[in-house]
């Protein structure tokens, strides 16, 4: 029922800034308790990045991003925003916008549902 798309994406250089927006629609009639960003580059793992709290505002980072990275989010739009600052090689990856529902600790890396993702490539 619920969609997520991710937008944003694109070839940058190294030091740049780029912000995603992940617009959630089909589910308007409650709040999600969690959203957050995830990423995956090429032939790695899906990894953690930030989540950010529904109605709380509460932020969780990780340290590879913590400094550089904002998350933030729109609760009337259903939109939940990631800004990536001082971009570094090493954050090339397709980034996923995630949600959930279920009253979980911020730090829980459990998520209901998962946007296509959008390819977010620095080049140095």
């Known amino acids: 029922q619920v969609q997520l798309v991710e937008s944003g994406g694109g070839l940058v250089q190294a030091g740049d800034s780029l912000r995603l927006s992940c617009a959630a629609s089909?589910?308007?009639?409650?709040?999600?308790?969690?959203m957050a960003w995830f990423r995956q580059a090429a032939g790695k793992d899906r990894e953690f990045v930030a989540a950010?709290?529904?109605?709380?505002?509460?932020?969780y980072y990780a340290d590879s991003v913590k400094g550089r990275f904002t998350i933030s989010k729109d609760n009337a739009k259903n939109t939940v925003d990631l800004q990536m600052n001082s971009l570094k090689s090493e954050d090339t990856a397709i980034y996923y916008c995630?949600?959930?529902?279920?009253?979980?600790?911020?730090?829980?890396?459990?998520?209901?549902?998962w946007g296509q993702g959008t390819q977010v490539t620095v080049s140095s």
């Open positions: 995630a949600a959930r529902w279920a009253p979980l600790p911020i730090t829980s890396r459990n998520y209901d549902y």
């Open positions: 089909g589910r308007t009639d409650n709040i999600y308790t969690t």
């Open positions: 950010i709290g529904w109605s709380a505002s509460v932020t």
